[in-house]
């Protein structure tokens, strides 16, 4: 087509109606329109439903009292349904923060052992992962719970207490603990002369390694340098760290003194990592396959034990690959941990279902929990994406 | 030999996500050709800490084995699934109301089977690789072992014909679907639809609200199929949104499906259960409970089913666009002609395992208080002659075992077809 015959057939510009930029951004005003409509109908059903059986269409119900009792918190005090909400979050936050290391380090071990040479330990590994992967976590929470840990605990009228400090109990396994009102400053303080050395020695070490080249072993190190100054500051200060003990009540149906720790809590935390550690097993296998073979290879070459090999040749390089998938397995244990609410732990699901029992707004009350979640799920993103970035290699 | 703790895997061990590198260059086969001793040196006897994990772990093997044996054969009390109602765990203890009777539900069940058969049949690829010896064992004992442990509590023979008249649907579809003619062929999309449809309405009497009466397993395969059927438009939509270069129409597909996927499923669930009542309008019918969670679940998986998509589409190479502008097509055309048969043949794998998971979410439901498998194990427990008996390990047993069948053989359907399709290997 040449220049001349362009501008006779056809104009410079075609009409408004047919050119394609004008309709993309009508097609996109629609769309946005039709979107827009919905979620303003849909608001504005709510508005009315609420208006119509009397409830409250803001969120100043977070600013009455509870009227439910939440284990840990104190019952005779009066706290409000944020208060309620507040302390659910951190015991959502608690199985997220024991549930994640323990779900990798079980993940690693059976995903290393998929990989084994032998057919047994392969067999193992084979079977707890499809064992575990293809049954609902709901079930082994339920399991857990309600057939390994219920079954199992004594009753607390057997009295059952090791040392006179510790209480076993279907009711709570209480551990003696700092009393955290009398000597909490204390116990921040002493624990913050601990890092100090920690950090003091690992300094040490470092130099040592750089100098010498003996093994830095600042983990190992920092640990002893930390019960030391622990137990300096302890006597130099005077028997400053009390603890109490963990005793049953007078009535003999609670567990008094030190940090009582609910068996839902156990269940919920040991059957979500089991059944996470089969998904990240198989990230785990997955990565160390793909990691190519002449690493392990030349590891061994150079006379590496298996556990040398793994810790700094072929681990390391698994885990830039692991990072994405991972993430995705620690936002599920933080998403399942709110099957909790099947289990009576009251984390935030469960403090949910108490608020909305009462004459509070259940879609107001939702909103809440789904904004809880969506800091969770915000946070691990934001910190795998920082390893992420951290670990991914530098590309020429 | 491999060197320790880098062997190739073991034959049972292919695919997986991460694993498709493994099962595009199969090792050799261990021992092959060898005799049983080598087999046994190799892999358990090799050196002084083979033989040690050998004994440890065998020690380990022999002793959960002797407690499974044990636990199902002697201490368990199985009365609680063969003489308890077991009709409830398979349809719930509602179903009576529904009045359909079971040889409808069975006529559905087969529709719907035949049509899994046709669909399995149609992906037969003869120059596909056949399956390693170990894989296919693992694939068709674990099942068995569980639908045998399954049916054994029936104790009558007409569930034990039916089952395997089941079988022989799955069989006879998957021959007709391999030797389909080539014009039904391209049109076979169609005709599962329409049986799947058919299926659907056979097992419902043609009646959708009987779905409120289910329990059971008939509920858990309902509301799944349901839930993922309903939300693969969806997830298709949003997928496509959200690689699009409409810069208004984009984030509207990043928030829903980042939204849905930062929230647990229950806590959408519980919007179906107290919320969802208020965002209709005054005067309107609020659908069962059970539809409510299907509104949910739908909801729920749409996301997930975007993310699926989405990495299909991503598979697709940016020649075959390149390509498709070339001819002149229109974006609507290269999308629906060309980018999207690719994509969503890729993404089949993926979205049975997205069907599993949705099969094992469907028992959240017994939190919201639906007849589910694990709510009707709340029913059974609570009758008079089971009631604070510990009958709880038996009858999770059941249910797990149930659970585990399904998923099981089905994931392993899921990595066959990986392996088949080639997805990720080219």
Redesign the interface.
Do not use: H
């Given at each position: 087509m040449t220049i001349v015959e362009q501008e006779i057939h056809t104009p410079t510009k075609p009409p408004l109606y047919r050119d394609v930029r004008v309709l993309r951004w009508l097609f996109q005003f629609a769309v946005v329109g039709v979107v827009g409509y919905a979620l303003y109908r849909l608001y504005d059903n709510a508005i009315t439903n609420l208006e119509d059986s009397g409830l409250p269409t803001g969120f100043d119900f977070l600013d009455n009292q509870a009227r439910f009792a939440i284990p840990g918190l104190e019952d005779s005090a009066d706290y409000s349904v944020r208060k309620a909400y507040w302390s659910g979050y951190l015991n959502t936050l608690r199985v997220i923060v024991i549930g994640i290391p323990l779900c990798t380090a079980l993940g690693v071990i059976i995903g290393i052992m998929r990989l084994s040479d032998n057919l047994l330990v392969r067999a193992v590994g084979t079977i707890y992962v499809e064992l575990f992967r293809n049954i609902p976590v709901l079930l082994w929470i339920f399991i857990t719970y309600l057939v390994i840990i219920l079954l199992n605990l004594p009753q607390i009228t057997d009295d059952v207490t090791p040392l006179d400090r510790f209480v076993i109990s279907n009711r709570g396994i209480g551990i003696p603990w700092f009393n955290p009102d009398a000597n909490l400053l204390t116990f921040v303080g002493f624990i913050g002369i601990g890092l100090i050395a920690v950090v003091g020695v690992n300094v040490w070490r470092r130099k040592v390694n750089e100098q010498t080249g003996q093994p830095s072993r600042g983990g190992l190190y920092g640990f002893i340098a930390f019960l030391i100054a622990l137990a300096i500051a302890h006597f130099a200060a005077g028997n400053a760290l009390s603890y109490e003990p963990s005793v049953i009540a007078e009535n003999g149906r609670q567990i008094e003194g030190g940090m009582n720790i609910f068996p839902p809590y156990v269940g919920l935390t040991i059957a979500l990592s089991l059944y996470t550690a089969s998904h990240v097993a198989e990230i785990v296998r997955g990565s160390i396959q793909a990691i190519h073979k002449g690493q392990g290879e030349a590891a061994q070459a150079v006379a590496l034990s298996t556990f040398q090999r793994y810790r700094f040749i072929i681990l390391p390089q698994a885990f830039r690959i692991m990072i994405p998938p991972l993430a995705s397995q620690y936002l599920n244990i933080t998403k399942n941990s709110s099957l909790a609410v099947a289990i009576s732990y009251v984390e935030i699901t469960s403090i949910f279902q108490r608020v909305s029992n009462n004459a509070t707004p259940a879609l107001q009350a939702l909103i809440i929990l789904m904004f809880c979640y969506l800091t969770f799920s915000l946070g691990i993103s934001l910190i795998a994406n920082f390893f992420n970035r951290r670990l991914s290699l530098e590309t020429r | 030999m491999?060197?320790?703790?880098?062997?190739a895997?073991?034959g049972?061990?292919g695919g997986?996500?991460?694993?498709t590198?493994?099962a595009a260059e199969p090792p050799p086969r261990r021992g092959a050709g060898q005799g049983i001793g080598t087999i046994f040196r190799?892999?358990?006897f090799?050196d002084a800490k083979?033989s040690i994990?050998?004994l440890i772990?065998?020690g380990?093997?022999l002793f959960v084995l002797f407690k499974t044996f044990n636990y199902v054969f002697i201490t368990a009390r199985w009365e609680v699934i063969y003489n308890g109602p077991l009709e409830f765990y398979m349809v719930g203890k509602d179903f009576g109301r529904t009045g359909i009777s079971f040889e409808m539900l069975w006529a559905g069940i087969y529709t719907a089977v035949l049509a899994m058969g046709i669909g399995s049949g149609l992906g037969y690829d003869p120059e596909a690789p056949p399956m390693r010896r170990g894989a296919r064992m693992a694939m068709i004992g674990?099942p068995l072992v569980g639908i045998v442990f399954i049916l054994s509590m029936t104790r009558t023979i007409t569930p034990t014909l039916v089952t395997l008249g089941v079988a022989v649907a799955m069989v006879v579809g998957n021959r007709i679907g391999r030797r389909l003619p080539q014009p039904i062929r391209r049109r076979s999309g169609w005709i599962l639809l329409a049986m799947t449809a058919l299926a659907f309405g056979l097992i419902t009497d043609f009646t959708p609200s009987n779905i409120d009466d289910f329990g059971g397993l008939l509920l858990t395969i309902v509301v799944a199929f349901a839930g993922i059927a309903l939300s693969f438009p969806i997830g298709v939509i949003m997928a496509l949104a959200r690689r699009s270069t409409?810069?208004?129409?984009r984030p509207?597909a990043v928030g829903y499906i980042e939204?849905v996927?930062?929230?647990?499923?229950?806590?959408l669930l519980?919007?179906g259960q107290?919320?969802i009542?208020?965002?209709?309008?005054?005067d309107a019918n609020i659908p069962g409970p059970i539809f409510r969670a299907i509104i949910m679940i739908t909801l729920f998986s749409g996301a997930y089913v975007a993310e699926v998509v989405r990495g299909g589409l991503q598979s697709v190479p940016a020649g075959q666009i390149e390509a498709g502008k070339a001819l002149g097509l229109s974006p609507f055309t290269i999308t629906r002609q060309i980018v999207l048969p690719q994509a969503l043949r890729n993404s089949i794998p993926a979205l049975i395992g997205q069907f599993?998971s949705l099969l094992?979410?469907v028992?959240?439901l017994?939190?919201i208080g639906l007849q589910e498998m694990?709510g009707v194990v709340d029913v059974v427990l609570a009758r008079r002659e089971f009631v604070n008996q510990?009958y709880?390990?038996e009858a999770?047993a059941f249910?797990?075992t149930i659970?585990?069948t399904l998923?099981?053989s089905m994931?392993r359907a899921a990595q066959r077809l990986e392996t088949r399709l080639g997805v990720g290997t080219r």
């Open positions: - | 491999a060197p320790d703790g880098q062997a895997p073991p049972i061990a997986g996500e991460l694993g590198a493994i190799d892999n358990l090799k083979n994990l050998t772990f065998g380990v093997i674990g409409f810069p208004l129409i509207l939204l996927r930062g929230v647990p499923l229950i806590s519980f919007m107290f919320a009542g208020f965002l209709f309008p005054p599993i094992k979410d028992s959240l017994v939190i694990l510990g709880v390990p999770y249910v797990g659970y585990w998923c099981f994931s």
